[in-house]
Each structure stands twice: as C-alpha cells, then as structure tokens.
C-alpha cells in the first residue's frame, strides 16, 4: 500500500509552506493528494505557485492517508467557511494520525474542537484563537503534542519538516 499524506489547500496559500513539506514528503517516499472543497480546478499560492486539486473533500476519508498537511496562508480561513476540511482533520486528530499545520494552518484544527490541553503553534495572529480553543500556545519554532505538528512560519520550515517526518516514522 502506497504511503499517502492528504493536503488541505485552497487558493491563497503560502506557496514555500505546501511546496517545501511536499517536497520532504516525496523525498521520503510518500505520495501527497491536494484536496479542496472542489477537484480537478487549480489554486493558486500567494506568491503564483499553481496546485492542481487531486480530489475534492466530499470524495476523501481520512482511513485512505496516512497523514494530513494544513499549510497556512489566506487558505485555512477560506477552508474554514465550509465545515468539511474541519471535520476532515478532526477524524485525523481523533484518529492519532499525524497532522502538520503552519502558520494560519491551525486555524482549521480549531474546527476540530480537540486542541484543549494541547501545545499548539501558529502565525502570531492566530494565537488568541488557538487559546480561546483551549490550546496551549507555544511562541516556538515547531512544536510538537501527541499526533501534531505546528509551525509559526515559512523561518520554521527545516524544523517543521524535521518533526513531520519524524512523527511519520
């Protein structure tokens, strides 16, 4: 069975923050499938870097993965306007399967209602977010609680890419 990581992204994303853990991904073996509300349409990054959507939300579970990418930019927020890419991650994170989410990327798991009690990072201005969802926030490079893996910003990327893959072994 191939080894498959699900990627939540729209348009709007940070380009460096789906290309470089993609990247590190492949490298290490994995297949990644972009997934968004609509498939077979191009998104495309904040800086111009174009995704083709392999699948659409309503045609994906979370048994078919092995783990779930949120990079973040302007994308989480459009993701969060439709319940499914919450409820999607939420069936990672009840699933102990590993999720990695930089900068606005945990905005999404917020949709999850499971962060209570975790240590939890993100773009600084997401962090009272993250606390009003009960998250423990962490102004560190990666951190890293039970299945997730977060990151402040593209600066992190090496660590984030680092403890993902760590978290897959």
Same mark, same amino acid.
């Given at each position: ?21 993609v990247k ?10 972009a ?5 077979g349409?191009?998104?495309t990054?904040?800086?111009? &870097?174009?995704? $083709?959507?392999?699948?659409? +939300? ?7 993965? #092995?783990?779930l *990418?949120?990079? !973040? ?20 994170? &009840?699933?102990? $399967?590993?999720?990695?989410a +930089? ?7 917020? #949709?999850?209602? *499971?962060?209570? !009690? ?5 773009y600084?201005?997401i962090?009272?977010?993250l606390?009003?969802a ?21 600066? #992190? ?7 993902s ?5």
């Amino acid at each position: 069975m191939s080894k498959k990581i699900a990627v939540l992204v729209t348009d709007q994303f940070e380009d460096i923050e789906y290309t470089s853990p993609v990247k590190a991904y492949e490298e290490a073996g994995y297949s990644v499938v972009a997934i968004d509300l609509e498939a077979g349409k191009e998104v495309t990054g904040k800086h111009g &870097e174009k995704v $083709k959507i392999d699948k659409a +939300i309503s045609d994906v579970d979370a048994s078919d993965f #092995d783990a779930l *990418l949120i990079p !973040g930019g302007f994308s989480p927020d459009l993701l969060r306007a439709d319940d499914r890419p919450g409820e999607f991650a939420k069936a990672f994170v &009840e699933n102990k $399967k590993p999720v990695f989410a +930089i900068c606005h990327g945990p905005q999404v798991l917020i #949709d999850t209602d *499971l962060l209570k !009690g975790k240590d939890i990072t993100g773009y600084r201005s997401i962090r009272k977010d993250l606390i009003n969802a009960g998250a423990n926030y962490k102004d560190a490079e990666v951190v890293v609680s039970h299945n997730i893996v977060t990151s402040r910003t593209p600066d #992190d990327l090496e660590a984030f890419n680092r403890e993902s893959l760590n978290l897959l072994k």
